[in-house]
């Protein structure tokens, strides 16, 4: 009922302001976690099957690189899972608006001899430094780089510079294969570990907690000036995508991997 009755105001705020627009392409500029799932795309095909208007095109990037491209006019949606780099990127763009979407979570993953005596995600990182073990970092300004840096710092460790801190600058997918490679330890995201785990030699370690929750923030950049945008937002944070949503859930993973809010 609470999505219900925010689609109603979104409706009345965000359409009531928008004029028309002659390019009915819409770049969504989304987070790798939720590309390389396949999550997004599974969203997007919903919503041209149903009959959304426009022709939709997503880029995977980092968070940084993504909230760039919407500051630079290169995004007309932006998709992230860092609130407090969000948070900066809208007191610049004021005309942005967003929206909570969903949420998943991170978790460590490892080689399947991986274990530790505290198995809680501090508790794990303390582990991996104490024994100098291999832990593949994203280092590319990513949602997932930063809730990395902060589990680091709540442990009072800092790994960089160390010979078993291994940085890719690249994204989720990527990533984890470097770490199945390396026979090392990784923050994943864990859409994309699902997505990727049959490939991957890797196994999920370490404990769920709140400080592992991992939500997520749709955002129109410009709604004034993007009308196509504006209405692939609202379908999406409507009952309706909220059902292509969940749908793509029991599609790619069998379950509700990206809960909504």
């Given at each position: 009922m609470r999505r219900t009755v925010a689609v109603l105001v979104v409706s009345g705020t965000l359409l009531a302001a928008c004029t028309p627009s002659a390019d009915d392409r819409v770049i969504v500029a989304a987070g790798t976690t939720v590309v390389?799932?396949?999550?997004?795309?599974?969203?997007?095909?919903?919503?041209i099957a149903t009959g959304g208007d426009g022709s939709i095109s997503v880029i995977g990037l980092s968070t940084q690189q993504v909230l760039a491209y919407g500051g630079a006019g290169n995004a007309d949606v932006t998709i992230t899972h860092d609130r407090a780099a969000l948070d900066t990127f809208l007191e610049a763009n004021t005309d942005s608006i967003a929206f909570p979407l969903f949420s998943s979570r991170f978790v460590l993953v490892g080689p399947p001899d991986t274990s530790f005596s505290d198995m809680s995600a501090p508790g794990v990182l303390r582990g991996v430094a104490a024994q100098g073990l291999p832990f593949v970092s994203r280092d590319d300004g990513s949602g997932t780089y930063t809730r990395e840096r902060a589990l680091w710092a709540s442990i009072g460790v800092d790994p960089r510079g160390a010979d078993w801190y291994i940085r890719t600058g690249t994204g989720m997918?990527?990533?984890?294969?470097?770490?199945?490679?390396?026979?090392?330890?990784?923050?994943?995201?864990?859409?994309?570990?699902?997505?990727?785990?049959?490939?991957?030699?890797?196994?999920?370690?370490?404990?769920?907690?709140?400080?592992?929750?991992?939500?997520y923030d749709v955002a129109v950049v410009a709604p004034d000036d993007a009308p196509l945008a504006v209405t692939f937002v609202t379908w999406l944070i409507s009952d309706a995508g909220g059902a292509a949503i969940e749908s793509a859930n029991d599609s790619i993973f069998g379950s509700q991997v990206y809960r909504l809010p």
């Open positions: 390389d799932s396949g999550l997004i795309d599974a969203i997007v095909d919903e919503y997918g990527a990533t984890l294969q470097v770490a199945s490679a390396r026979a090392a330890v990784t923050l994943a995201e864990i859409g994309v570990f699902l997505t990727a785990r049959d490939q991957l030699d890797l196994k999920e370690i370490g404990e769920e907690g709140d400080t592992l929750e991992n939500p």
